[in-house]
């Protein structure tokens, strides 16, 4: 039996005539790519990490297909031709390619001294795809430089700094990546150590060469750059970045923001008129504002494309956001919301939403 999302009656007809508005989506019911995890039903079940396709279908948010996947899965990026990658959560060994509906995927497993860090994004001719990387050993970032076909690692670049997650291409071609400057040993997994070091930075990368083209930090080192999503205005476009906060003094941490923006020359942070917990999850663009989602603070913050503060949604351990083109899809614990229709989920039945996800058009 498929795994559902149960919503009201009341809830479903909000749902069906915002999809029925949206031209995007007109025709179609809301498609998601997610990672999530299932919850055991009783103790002789164990629990499974995987990734699949869900769709509101007959009153619910339906799980049509669904791949098991070795750990915790990450970034999801979708293909032209249907297919999904996934990249393990860091430090991660595996990234795949996947077909929902095909049972085998494609696999690849990084280099023993290498770990993933969640993320892959395709080069503007799809050749190649650009994954973010640990060297084991020393702590530098890297990015794998990959055959789209084969997965395989044909360059590396440092991406002058430590722990890089999030990149995504720039209009001119180049490539942005943030780096997220918490140091860690390979032996502690994602223990962190040494936050006194840390050094977060926003890096720009020649895609020919991996040469450096530039680097911003923000003015407070405490602050960890994870997330990246493109927004703005017409004429001025501005990538928001969800920002982690590692103060030692929890006061400090609570209050610290969760958003900064670059305009292309500067980083700036944009303030917000309540504690946050210093914790930014995903980051997404939707009806002319940036979203972050606020797990700790159990919702998601809105704000406008000049960083202006727009309110709060709260959403029980809110993470995964994605744009769809008539709103916002916001995942949290046993509930989803989309904020064009006001539309939540009131029950999971089992599953485990993880960080991100994707909407389909």
Not at 47 to 55: D, H, M, S, V
């Amino acid at each position: 039996m498929p795994t559902v999302i149960e919503l009201s009656r009341r809830h479903w007809l909000a749902l069906t005539l915002a999809v029925l508005a949206a031209p995007a989506m007109a025709g179609r019911a809301p498609r998601l790519l997610a990672a999530w995890q299932t919850e055991p039903q009783d103790t002789a079940d164990a629990a499974r990490y995987q990734i699949g396709l869900l769709a509101a279908q007959g009153g619910a948010l339906q799980v049509l297909h669904a791949l098991d996947v070795p750990t915790r899965a990450h970034g999801l990026l979708a293909e032209a031709g249907g297919s999904v990658l996934a990249v393990a959560r860091r430090p991660g060994d595996w990234m795949l390619r996947w077909t929902p509906g095909q049972a085998e995927p494609q696999t690849a497993w990084i280099e023993p001294d290498r770990a993933f860090n969640g993320h892959v994004i395709a080069s503007r001719d799809g050749q190649r795809l650009y994954t973010t990387e640990t060297d084991l050993e020393t702590g530098a970032g890297w990015i794998g430089v990959r055959d789209a076909a084969s997965l395989e690692k044909a360059a590396e670049w440092p991406t002058q700094g430590m722990d890089p997650h999030e990149l995504l291409l720039d209009a001119d071609g180049t490539l942005l990546v943030a780096n997220g400057g918490v140091p860690t040993l390979p032996e502690t997994g994602r223990l962190k150590i040494g936050l006194e070091r840390m050094d977060a930075s926003l890096v720009r990368l020649d895609t020919r060469s991996g040469a450096l083209r530039g680097q911003w930090r923000l003015p407070d080192p405490r602050l960890s750059l994870r997330h990246i999503a493109w927004g703005g205005t017409p004429g001025r476009r501005l990538l928001g970045i969800a920002l982690q906060a590692e103060h030692a003094d929890a006061e400090v941490r609570q209050a610290a923001p969760v958003l900064a923006l670059f305009d292309g020359q500067a980083l700036r942070v944009a303030g917000a008129p309540q504690p946050l917990a210093g914790y930014g999850g995903d980051i997404a663009w939707a009806n002319g504002a940036f979203a972050v989602s606020c797990p700790r603070a159990n919702g998601f913050a809105r704000y406008g494309a000049d960083g202006a503060w727009q309110g709060f949604t709260p959403l029980a351990e809110a993470c995964s956001l994605a744009g769809d083109g008539a709103g916002l899809w916001a995942g949290g614990l046993e509930r989803a919301l989309h904020t064009a229709a006001a539309t939540s989920a009131s029950s999971v039945h089992g599953l485990r939403l993880d960080n991100h996800w994707l909407a389909l058009g």
